[in-house]
């Protein structure tokens, strides 16, 4: 078993910028365990970002309430590449995101590659719509400037 998964990642600089910042501060990176968002809500942040622990438990807050841990986890990429590997764990999450939202159980399983090719397939799909959509609204929604007077120019 490896090393356990790196969570709040940029914790002690947002505890640094709540000390000075007027505005409320939210942190995500990870974010998978109680005890992590407990420390991160005691150093001052204000909200907490979890799209990825909500995509693999999405009755997480329910489960710590009752004190359990999250459901499990998204497989691991470990590809050489970093940014692909980024690409990949993004797409498994909207991939999650989106099962969840058809009212399907979270497919912790699903292959990095797979759900690069299945996000690429629904952005491919929303950029034909609007692209249909841009074409059929040129014309109403164009906006005219007003011309400024010839002394002007």
């Known amino acids: 078993m490896g090393a356990p998964p790196r969570e709040a990642y940029f914790l002690e600089l947002a505890a640094q910028l709540a000390e ?4 409320p501060l939210l ?6 365990r109680r005890e992590t968002a407990e420390r991160v809500l005691a ?3 204000a909200l907490i970002g979890m799209a990825t622990a909500l995509a693999v438990t999405p009755d997480l807050p329910n489960r710590w309430r009752e004190g359990l841990a999250a459901a499990g986890a998204l497989r691991r990429v470990t590809w050489s590449d970093k940014s692909l590997a980024s690409l990949a764990e993004m797409a498994m999450v909207r991939y999650q995101m989106r099962r969840m939202a058809a009212s399907k159980d979270p497919a ?6 797979w759900a690069i ?8 799909r929303a950029l ?7 074409a059929e609204n040129r014309e109403s929604s164009r906006v005219e400037w007003p011309r400024l ?3 002007a120019r």
């Open 108 to 113: 912790l399983g699903v292959l990095p590659a």
């Open 128 to 134: 034909r719509r609007y692209s249909r959509w841009l």
């Open 117 to 124: 090719v299945a996000d690429q397939r629904v952005q491919r």
């Open 43 to 45: 150093d001052n942040v």
């Open 27 to 32: 942190l995500t990176g990870g974010i998978s």
């Open 149 to 151: 007077p010839s002394s």
């Open 20 to 23: 000075s910042s007027e505005l």
